[in-house]
């Protein structure tokens, strides 16, 4: 397995797969992996003849108070999990690799960039526009493979994929859940054995919400209730959001039954973690 940390070296490497006939399979990540990500890679290698990983924890995508400098890196780990489950190679740039002295260019998704967790994280998603703009340019893969469970993230990239015409296939992969219900994700390394319980409330709210659904229930504020019941049965999780929006859009649905997505965000002590549904 490559591991490279330079832009010229990674598109060499790229240009050689390309050469040998492989199609290529993207998985952009901040690394900190687990069974989530692996699941990506897993997608990328059923489909395609090589499968980079990025890791990069992106500093554009953070607010001035939020956990940059506490987001979890262990990139020696990583690297072994990544040449355990066959991957061909992994892209771990500098910050300066990616933004050189003086970048003032971004890439902004009008309008989507505003909703869900661009509303609660003003600018996140234009950070995370250009980041993987810039993987996309670097790579140029046939594919990019991305979790459900950043559905506003995936919302917003498919969005800049058809207005900047990248040539590359946007693949959604289902959320990975561990037994209890709880959203794999890279922040619950920081929650500690009591907040890891209380975050449980997310997956309990969606579950809610889906009964509901299966019932008959249409409405969406009846839908929202249900969820905000649900959360708050633990009054010390604070709530961001709990939305019912189109899938695409990211906009309020009054009526469910055309389908929809069930997005909720929620501090559990200082970490903030999404989830979601689609109904």
């Given at each position: 397995?490559?591991?490279?940390?330079?832009?010229?070296?990674?598109?060499?490497?790229?240009?050689?797969?390309?050469?040998?006939?492989?199609?290529?399979?993207?998985?952009?990540?901040?690394?900190?992996?687990?069974?989530?990500?692996?699941?990506?890679?897993?997608?990328?290698?059923?489909?395609?003849?090589?499968?980079?990983?990025?890791?990069?924890?992106?500093?554009t995508q953070f607010g001035p108070h939020e956990d940059f400098a506490a987001y979890p890196r262990s990139l020696e780990e990583d690297c072994r999990i990544l040449e355990a489950?066959?991957?061909?190679?992994?892209?771990?740039?500098?910050?300066?690799?990616?933004?050189?002295?003086?970048?003032?260019?971004?890439?902004?998704?009008?309008?989507?960039?505003?909703?869900?967790?661009?509303?609660?994280?003003?600018?996140?998603?234009?950070?995370?526009?250009?980041?993987?703009?810039?993987?996309?340019?670097?790579?140029?893969?046939?594919?990019?493979?991305?979790?459900?469970?950043?559905?506003?993230?995936?919302?917003?990239?498919?969005k800049m994929v058809r207005d900047l015409q990248f040539p590359v296939g946007m693949e959604v992969c289902p959320t990975v859940r561990e037994p209890d219900g709880l959203a794999l994700s890279s922040r619950n390394r920081n929650l500690s054995g009591e907040e890891r319980r209380l975050a449980l409330?997310?997956?309990?709210?969606?579950?809610?919400?889906?009964?509901?659904?299966?019932?008959?229930?249409?409405d969406s504020c009846r839908l929202i209730a249900e969820a905000l019941r649900v959360v708050q049965e633990e009054p010390t999780v604070r709530?961001?959001?709990?939305?019912i929006v189109d899938a695409d859009t990211l906009v309020d649905v009054a009526d469910v039954s055309h389908g929809a997505l069930v997005a909720v965000a929620a501090y559990v002590g200082t970490t903030r973690l999404i989830d979601n549904l689609l109904i």
């Open positions: 397995m490559l591991v490279l940390k330079t832009i010229a070296e990674t598109r060499s490497a790229c240009a050689r797969f390309r050469a040998a006939g492989k199609t290529l399979g993207l998985v952009p990540t901040m690394g900190s992996l687990h069974e989530g990500h692996l699941s990506l890679v897993r997608a990328a290698q059923a489909s395609c003849g090589a499968v980079a990983v990025s890791i990069f924890v992106n500093p489950a066959g991957v061909d190679l992994v892209f771990a740039p500098s910050s300066e690799e990616m933004y050189p002295e003086g970048a003032s260019t971004f890439v902004e998704v009008a309008g989507l960039s505003d909703r869900l967790d661009g509303a609660s994280r003003p600018g996140h998603f234009r950070g995370v526009a250009t980041v993987v703009a810039k993987l996309f340019h670097i790579f140029s893969p046939e594919r990019a493979f991305f979790g459900q469970k950043d559905a506003a993230q995936v919302a917003v990239l498919r409330v997310l997956s309990r709210a969606l579950r809610g919400v889906q009964q509901q659904f299966q019932e008959g229930e249409r709530l961001d959001y709990c939305r």
